[in-house]
């Protein structure tokens, strides 16, 4: 089971901020690679990215809470489609 007292403040942030990066890096890497026609292209991408990935953890962070907050409280629940 996962702890929020195990969590690290700013590591989520972390972790995003390190990811992004990474992808940056690669698209750098790719427009130096290609006509700069495909650069705008690369960038949109880069920025869906990104954009994707915040929503993803903020959602997977937010079921995890829902989880935890119900177990804290002694709720069960037997599906998420309630």
Do not use: C, W
Not at 11 to 18: L, M, V
Not at 37 to 46: A, G
């Amino acid at each position: 089971m996962i702890s929020f007292s195990d969590y690290v403040p700013g590591s989520a942030t972390a972790s995003y901020r390190q990811a992004v990066d990474k992808a940056a890096e690669i698209a750098e890497q790719q427009k130096r690679m290609v006509d700069p026609i495909h650069h705008e292209k690369i960038d949109r991408l880069l920025d869906t990215y990104a954009r994707r990935l915040a929503e993803n953890m903020n959602q997977g962070y937010a079921i995890i809470f829902l989880h935890h907050s119900q177990h804290s409280f002694g709720i069960v629940v037997d599906s998420l489609f309630l």
